[in-house]
Nanobody
């Protein structure tokens, strides 16, 4: 199982970013993919998940501002984040079935 996150970076307050999670080593279309984040000095925080059939579920804190999608043809999941604030500064991870995760991608939001 390999998951590689990308798309992070430095953005300003109110801007948007799209994170990608490229998967390999398993049958992507049948796996649930989750996004989680870890803010500096804090524990892992679950953000959103998507079933293989495309059903989505969100932590209440992110619904409406973050959108999770997937492209099973590309073995890739995405997290579209909008209206970002400095509180969204974190390392963002994707995970397979709430288990193995990638190395993460850093998102830094400045005001």
């Amino acid at each position: 199982v390999e998951l590689v996150e990308s798309g992070g970076g430095l953005v300003q307050l109110g801007e948007s970013l799209v994170l990608s999670c490229k998967a390999s080593g398993f049958t992507f279309s049948s796996a649930n993919i989750d996004w989680a984040r870890q803010r500096p000095g804090e524990g892992l925080e679950w953000v959103a998940g998507i079933f293989g059939d495309g059903t989505k579920y969100y932590s209440g804190a992110f619904e409406g501002r973050f959108i999770i999608t997937r492209d099973n043809n590309k073995n890739t999941a995405y997290l579209q984040m909008s209206n970002l604030s400095p509180k969204d500064t974190a390392v963002y991870y994707c995970a397979k079935d709430r288990g193995p995760r990638g190395q993460g991608t850093q998102v830094t939001v400045i005001s």
